[in-house]
């Protein structure tokens, strides 16, 4: 299930058995989800009834703590190549190796949730065609309700009704865009390469999703171009929190998202660069699941656009959201750089792609071609004198659509019901190493050269 391009795929926990664990592209983080069979009405959890022969056991080849090796030795990191773009496909994945054997999994990357989850045949009531086959579990994995990891995927979902049945602990989840996904909580063996050069193989909780529901804008034939989600919240159940408590690796994530469609993404500090990074402290006051740096002025150049806002960070939006104010200030912006410009631009309504596009005298061939028309824009957190700034470039707010033409892509995040809440998304992330750091309770960005390849830190062994 990956992301799609629309709205925004994230979830804002919405209702008593609602949760935020699925993502979205634009508007939420799954791919198109079709039925595969009649749902349940009422869609209530149910007790699993495990048609399907478990996989057969296989001899674990880890370590006694989950970890190949020396158990002494000090947490490492571990890096993912990224893959994907904000457009044409609107969405970011990394593989993962699950079970025993490993098998990889394409989880698309959300920093908005906690909770990982993959589409799972236990059996499967709705599911799109992915690019694997989908996750046949074993019940002796199953995560009991009294397991406290259970109550934290509860805290994390705002599941308020306990657990159905004691035997497995239940999740039920609706996005923002009413996409949905109802499951359990399962264990097995991730297997991850360390920057140390050992081999972690942890036995780590994630949700097997088997029903789940699409939103309005999923994508076309029923197929999604992610197996499931890869939470990276802060939350007990994150896989992130699971891999620290093990000792595996410290609470940090960071990812580099390419515009070449090749990123990175990390968890552990080793990778981050010593010097160059512009830290802030994290809010306390963010929105639930949320990773924020606070308040933020928010510049057109040298103009600002109304008063100081609340921004969180969103690796599973596709796009940037402001709130209505915000929203109409920037397009003020956009229609004065316009204006002022020597080749002016068209409105292209014909472009459908987002919901303000224009057209130059001849087709655009790259995002970088914009520069010369718009202004950047600048995120300035903290006061005083020194305040921590975040330059967004044009080809960091704009798209190039497959017709030539220039799109914002900053949307009404008014208009998809996101409460005034404006949302960094992945579209102004590109290019830029974004770190949550949850041992310092603080957020770092810096810009690079591109995220392409991996650099090689000074205190990284990479």
């Given amino acids: 299930m990956g992301r799609r391009n629309s709205p925004l795929r994230q979830a804002i926990a919405m209702a008593v ?18 039925p595969s069979s009649p749902s349940v009405s009422p869609r209530k959890p149910r007790s699993l009834p495990w048609q399907q022969p478990s996989p057969p056991d296989f001899p ?50 959300d920093t908005g949730s906690d909770v990982t989850w993959l589409q799972c045949d236990a059996p499967c009531i709705r599911c799109s065609q992915g690019p694997h086959p989908l996750y046949r579990p074993a019940k002796k994995r199953l995560v009991p309700c009294e397991d406290p990891l259970c109550a934290a995927l509860h805290e ?10 004691p035997e497995q602990c239940d999740y039920e ?29 942890p036995t780590l909780a994630f949700g097997c999703g088997y029903d789940q529901q699409a939103g309005p804008s999923s994508g076309p034939n029923g197929r999604s171009p992610t197996d499931g989600v890869l939470g990276l919240g802060n939350g007990k159940v994150s896989i992130l929190s699971q891999l620290s408590e093990l000792g595996i690796c410290r609470s940090v994530v960071g990812h580099c998202l390419s515009r070449q469609s090749v990123g990175f993404m990390f968890f552990g ?8 990074v512009t830290w802030i402290p994290l809010s306390r006051n963010a929105a639930h699941g949320y990773y924020s740096p606070g308040v933020a002025g928010v510049y057109a150049g040298k103009q600002q656009l109304g008063v100081r806002q609340a921004v969180v960070f969103d690796s599973g939006s596709s796009y940037t959201y402001f709130n209505d104010q915000l929203y109409q200030s920037l397009l003020s912006a956009v229609s004065i750089d316009i204006s002022k410009s020597k080749t002016p631009l068209k409105e292209a309504p014909e472009d459908k792609a987002l919901p303000h596009c224009w057209k130059g005298s001849r087709p655009f061939k790259s995002v970088l071609d914009l520069r010369k028309y718009f202004r950047p824009l600048t995120l300035s957190f903290g006061n005083g004198k020194a305040p921590a700034l975040m330059e967004i470039p044009p080809e ?15 949307l009404n995040g008014d208009e998809v019901g996101l409460g005034g809440l404006n949302v960094i998304g992945d579209i102004s992330m590109q ?32």
């Fill in 173 to 201: 989840i609706e996005y923002q865009d009413h996409g949905s996904s109802i499951g359990v909580l399962l264990s097995d063996s991730f297997a991850l390469r360390l920057t140390n050069s050992s081999l972690a193989q």
């Fill in 431 to 462: 290019d830029v190493m974004v770190v949550y750091d949850n041992e310092r309770q603080r957020i770092g960005w810096a810009r690079v050269a591109g995220c392409g390849r991996l650099p090689k830190f000074a205190n990284s062994p990479l």
């Fill in 17 to 34: 058995l609602l949760a935020a664990v699925f993502l979205a592209g634009l508007p939420f983080c799954s791919a198109d989800i079709t």
């Fill in 396 to 410: 960091n707010y704009f798209i190039v659509t497959r017709q030539g033409n220039a799109c914002l892509g900053v």
């Fill in 269 to 276: 500090e080793n990778v981050v660069p010593p010097r160059s």
């Fill in 60 to 109: 674990s080849t880890a370590a006694p703590n989950g970890i190949a090796g020396d158990r002494r030795l000090p947490p490492s990191s571990v890096v993912f190549p990224v893959y994907g773009n904000v457009y044409p496909d609107g969405f970011y994945y990394v593989s993962i190796n699950i079970g025993d054997p490993p098998k990889p999994y394409f989880l698309d990357i």
């Fill in 156 to 165: 994390s979902t705002n599941h308020e009704a306990g657990c159905g049945i």
